[in-house]
């Protein structure tokens, strides 16, 4: 299908709506500006220039290809907005601002790549609007807009990572078109699970709630009443007869037939009932393609299992989850995020001899790249030894080593092979011999 936008025009169309896309994310700071800011004798609201400002950073963008001349053109759109808007006073700088933030936003909206964070951060915004809005009188008025617009703008972040999972997923970088039948599908699921979400916020999960609910009560009021017999009318009440010489008989309880028709018909029932649920389930059983047999059958293993006995060999590992792993894993993860990095690789910190050489060998390669050393970390490390002697002869800083020192680099090498490609732990190091080397190393 082609589009009916010519050729020249298209590329700025496709850019300013992506400068549009960028400035609605930011409508709950617009409006802010707009109440707040803006004095009440204007002849033009200020945010209707938004989009017209980004437009003339997109149509700016060829020839402000550096970022003072971004800057520049930005500060002076700004300029010219506020002054349309009346806005050239003190009050009206923030009105300047974000009309300068707006044209920026065109200015330099065809080099940003990953949108991802701004729609994050977008809908973030629009979160904590919605709650500040609605306490304060002079924006009450706004919360509608700000409702839609926020609705909107969450389709569109939906839209935009669904379509960049979509590009990954089929290593398509952005440079070709993706294939018709798999945009298309893709586009169906999302837009039906746009309705979906958005009959559901105007109230048809209540209704279905409701109907399921009715029909439930319907069904179980029947089954009594096909328990219980049919009802019958209330008797009309007579007027008070006079009182009569002889006692009132009392009612006679049913006799055995009755009893014994009662409970046969609640067997029946029952037994009906029961009918009914073994053919429904033989059916689903026959005709869903094997779902409820893997089921039953799966049900059934869990029934027959038993309990292994403890043994000091286990053949066969069935399930690879454990929770000791998982929450020493989740402390170390913690660990390296809350703590700083000064703090994390420090010499008192390595608890055995492997972490002792480990850590020499590190800082060691660190040395060597603060004196320029490019690290390259597909080498192994005598390769690795190999390439700095290499750089060192190269870039004539090669200097004669001591054969203390020599022989503590060729020390080290050899240590951290057996560090990094064996399980022993190094017994034969004691800790004075690794502090020993450090100091030669001057590390």
């Given at each position: 299908m082609k589009s009916g936008l010519p050729e020249k025009i298209k590329p700025f169309a496709i850019l300013w709506l992506s400068a549009l896309i960028e400035c609605l994310l930011l409508l709950p700071v617009w409006l802010v500006l707009q109440t707040y800011f803006q004095p009440d004798g204007a002849a033009l609201r200020w945010i209707v220039l938004l989009p017209v400002l980004a437009a003339a950073g997109v149509l700016l963008r060829a020839g402000c290809n550096r970022r003072w001349k971004q800057l520049l053109a930005a500060l002076g759109l700004g300029v010219l907005a506020g002054a349309l808007a009346g806005a050239l006073a003190l009050k009206g700088l923030p009105l300047v601002a974000g009309s300068a933030v707006c044209a920026f936003l065109g200015l330099t909206t065809a080099s940003r790549k990953n949108r991802i964070w701004l729609y994050i951060s977008g809908i973030i915004m629009y979160w904590i609007a919605t709650i500040v809005f609605a306490r304060f009188p002079a924006?009450?008025?706004?919360?509608?807009?700000?409702?839609?617009?926020?609705?909107?703008?969450?389709?569109?972040?939906?839209?935009?990572?669904?379509?960049?999972?979509?590009?990954?997923?089929?290593?398509?970088?952005?440079?070709?078109?993706?294939?018709?039948?798999?945009?298309?599908?893709?586009?169906?699921?999302?837009?039906?699970?746009?309705?979906?979400?958005?009959?559901?916020a105007a109230g048809g999960g209540r209704a279905l709630g409701q109907l399921l609910m009715g029909t439930a009560r319907a069904f179980f009021a029947w089954i009594s009443r096909l328990s219980s017999g049919p009802e019958e009318a209330p008797p009309e009440q007579a007027p008070p007869a006079e009182m009569q010489g002889f006692p009132m008989e009392e009612p006679a309880e049913p006799g055995l037939l009755s009893a014994i028709l009662n409970a046969g018909f609640y067997i029946l029932g029952a037994a009906a009932l029961l009918a009914l649920l073994f053919f429904a389930l033989r059916w689903l059983y026959r005709n869903t393609g094997g779902l409820l047999r893997r089921v039953v059958d799966k049900l059934l293993s869990l029934l027959r299992r038993e309990t292994p006995a403890a043994s000091g060999y286990q053949d066969e590992e069935t399930s690879l989850f454990n929770w000791e792993q998982t929450v020493s894993d989740l402390r170390q993860f913690l660990r390296s995020k809350l703590v700083p990095a000064s703090r994390r690789d420090r010499w008192e910190g390595a608890v055995d001899n492997r972490g002792r050489v480990r850590w020499l060998y590190r800082h060691w390669l660190q040395a060597r790249r603060a004196e320029g050393y490019d690290v390259k970390t597909f080498l192994t490390p005598q390769e690795t030894?190999?390439?700095?002697?290499?750089?060192?002869?190269?870039?004539?800083?090669?200097?004669?080593?001591?054969?203390?020192?020599?022989?503590?680099?060729?020390?080290?090498?050899?240590?951290?092979?057996?560090?990094?490609?064996?399980?022993?732990?190094?017994p034969e190091l004691t800790e004075a011999e690794t502090a020993g080397i450090k100091e030669r190393l001057k590390l």
């Open positions: 924006l009450q008025a706004e919360v509608p807009v700000l409702t839609w617009s926020g609705s909107l703008c969450l389709v569109l972040a939906l839209l935009f990572s669904n379509s960049s999972h979509l590009r990954y997923s089929s290593l398509n970088g952005g440079a070709g078109r993706l294939p018709l039948g798999l945009q298309r599908h893709n586009r169906l699921f999302v837009a039906g699970f746009v309705i979906l979400a958005a009959a559901l030894a190999a390439d700095v002697a290499a750089w060192a002869s190269v870039q004539k800083r090669h200097r004669k080593l001591a054969a203390g020192e020599e022989k503590s680099h060729e020390q080290l090498l050899a240590l951290y092979n057996k560090a990094r490609y064996t399980d022993d732990d190094l």
